[in-house]
């Protein structure tokens, strides 16, 4: 089993739904991130969080120490959000950002 | 501001060649990452350089493996005696020392053995 686990692995949407992707992990951790990678592109960094919540324009991302779990919500999709988008962690006690990566989420919105 | 650079872009090799992937990271950022991204599958960590030295590498998956980054800035990814298996996107990651620093991704190297 992966230490960090995400669903769905695929998503479609229609233009203008609220999406969720969810991110759950087995260990300890520092920090967590979401990342989007667009098809043939590079990774972008959206967040880094380590508690609470964070908002980016339509983005909003939250995390649970408790429970292990970090949501990303986009609002108001649009078709140019349709990306893979990661969800990482930096295993608690390191002291550099190695990531550890989910599989990925599949991202696609249709006009 | 320049970002990560990779080259090359795509690399096509034959079973048992040698090859080299090199990472330009953004001036300044001292901690370097390589990646590795199977088709369909999220990065997996392969070696992380602090400055001049490797402080961690522990994903490298065998001694084919091996990367080093003389100056501090640039650094080469080398597999020796290549094999279908390593066929990857080979992504590199630079940022400030730290782990709560964001990392810049280059665009990956696409590694095809043949």
């Known amino acids: 089993k992966n230490e960090v686990e995400q669903s769905p692995q695929n998503l479609t949407a229609q233009e203008g739904e609220f999406i969720t992707i969810n991110c759950s992990y087995s260990?300890?951790?520092?920090?967590l991130h979401w990342l989007q990678q667009h098809p043939g592109g590079g990774i972008v960094s959206l967040f880094m969080?380590?508690?609470g919540k964070k908002k980016h324009g339509r983005l909003i991302a939250t995390i649970n120490i408790q429970e292990k779990h970090s949501s990303l919500h986009i609002t108001a999709s649009h078709p140019r959000d349709s990306a893979v988008y990661i969800c990482a962690v930096i295993l608690g006690g390191t002291s550099y950002g190695k990531l550890t990566f989910g599989q990925g989420t599949i991202l696609t919105v249709h006009p | 501001g320049a970002g990560v650079s990779q080259t090359p872009s795509n690399k096509v090799t034959e079973k048992g060649k040698y090859v080299e992937l090199r990472c330009d990271p953004i001036?300044?950022?001292?901690?370097l990452y390589w990646y590795r991204q199977s088709l369909g599958q999220g990065p997996e960590f392969l070696i992380y350089?602090?400055?001049?030295?490797?402080?961690?590498d522990s994903g490298l998956p065998n001694d084919r493996f091996f990367a080093v980054r003389p100056e501090g800035s640039v650094s080469t990814l080398k597999i020796q005696r290549t094999e279908r298996g390593d066929s990857a996107v080979y992504l590199c990651a630079s940022s400030f020392s730290g782990p709560w620093e964001t990392q810049y991704f280059g665009p990956g190297t696409r590694l095809l053995v043949l």
């Open positions: 969080l380590s508690s």
């Open positions: 350089f602090q400055g001049t030295g490797a402080a961690d």
């Open positions: 260990v300890g951790i520092s920090a």
């Open positions: 001036s300044g950022h001292t901690a």
